[in-house]
């Protein structure tokens, strides 16, 4: 099997970018990352790609005259590297549904909540503000609605009574890392796919999320 040509899109500190990268070297992840490409041209993410001797792209939105032409200029640049999956990993632009389209089952984009819950921003906070007992982070395909496509997998984590916002993040952040692997390798694998009806794995349709188990495994 051809290992999965990967693009990955990123706007900030590019933790989950470097799960991936840090699976791949250690031969846990059969993927070619072809391409790691930013709307900021600052984002440290850019740096740990070249880095990792990874080609990057980064375009600044405001030198485009709207949305869809940055978007299409974007997924033209990303279509070039012929990735097999589009990973949105912190890229923090809602993206035009006319550009998702053509990717529809081959983007997936990663969320700290237990989507459907908290889609947006603040997911942390929010889900404090709820008294929610449980919060976590779900890895979901992407569509035209805002973290709203059919999730694949997710990762829960209980929370204390004296989390804040930064203290529920931080512990969430390595089982990100995990669940993005784990998933990653699920589809570098070819075991998920995405029909009409819904995701199945290995041809079996998921009646739920997978989740993350505490060795940091998927299981359904
Ligand atoms: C992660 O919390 C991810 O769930 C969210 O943005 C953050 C990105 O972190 N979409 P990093 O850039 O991967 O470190």
Same mark, same amino acid.
């Given at each position: 099997?051809?290992?999965?040509?990967?693009?990955?899109?990123?706007? =900030?500190?590019? %933790?989950?970018?470097?799960?991936? !990268?840090?699976?791949?070297?250690?031969?846990?992840?059969? +993927?070619? !990352?072809?391409? +790691?490409? %930013?709307?900021?041209? $600052?984002?440290?993410?850019?740096?740990?790609?070249? #880095?990792?001797?990874?080609?990057?792209?980064?375009?600044?939105?405001?030198?485009?005259?709207?949305?869809?032409?940055? #978007?299409?200029?974007?997924?033209?640049? +990303?279509? @070039?590297?012929?990735?097999?999956? +589009?990973?949105?990993?912190?890229?923090?632009? *809602?993206?035009?549904?006319?550009? &998702?389209?053509?990717?529809?089952?081959?983007?997936?984009? &990663?969320?700290? %909540?237990?989507?459907?819950?908290?889609?947006?921003?603040?997911?942390?906070?929010?889900?404090?503000?709820?008294?929610?007992?449980?919060?976590?982070?779900?890895?979901?395909?992407?569509? =035209?609605?805002?973290?709203?496509?059919?999730?694949?997998?997710?990762?829960? !984590?209980?929370?204390?009574?004296?989390?804040?916002?930064?203290?529920?993040?931080?512990?969430?952040?390595?089982?990100?890392?995990?669940?993005?692997?784990?998933?990653? @390798?699920?589809?570098?694998? $070819?075991? &998920?796919?995405?029909?009409?009806?819904? *995701?199945?794995? #290995?041809?079996?349709?998921?009646?739920?999320?997978?989740?993350?188990?505490?060795?940091?495994?998927?299981?359904?």
């Amino acid at each position: 099997m051809p290992p999965l040509r990967l693009a990955i899109l990123v706007s =900030g500190r590019g %933790s989950n970018l470097q799960a991936l !990268i840090d699976a791949r070297d250690s031969d846990v992840l059969p +993927v070619n !990352i072809v391409l +790691v490409a %930013s709307d900021k041209v $600052r984002a440290q993410a850019l740096r740990r790609a070249e #880095d990792a001797g990874i080609a990057t792209l980064a375009l600044d939105p405001k030198t485009y005259p709207s949305r869809a032409a940055f #978007d299409a200029e974007l997924f033209a640049r +990303v279509a @070039a590297h012929r990735p097999d999956l +589009v990973v949105l990993a912190g890229f923090m632009r *809602i993206l035009d549904a006319a550009a &998702i389209a053509p990717w529809q089952g081959r983007m997936i984009n &990663i969320h700290p %909540s237990l989507l459907p819950k908290y889609p947006g921003l603040h997911t942390h906070a929010r889900a404090l503000e709820a008294g929610d007992a449980v919060h976590g982070t779900s890895v979901h395909f992407v569509t =035209g609605e805002l973290d709203g496509g059919p999730v694949i997998a997710q990762a829960r !984590i209980a929370t204390r009574a004296d989390d804040t916002p930064d203290s529920l993040a931080q512990r969430l952040l390595p089982r990100e890392h995990a669940l993005m692997v784990e998933t990653v @390798a699920l589809l570098a694998a $070819r075991r &998920i796919t995405l029909a009409a009806d819904g *995701i199945a794995l #290995d041809g079996t349709p998921l009646a739920a999320p997978l989740q993350l188990d505490a060795n940091g495994r998927l299981a359904g």
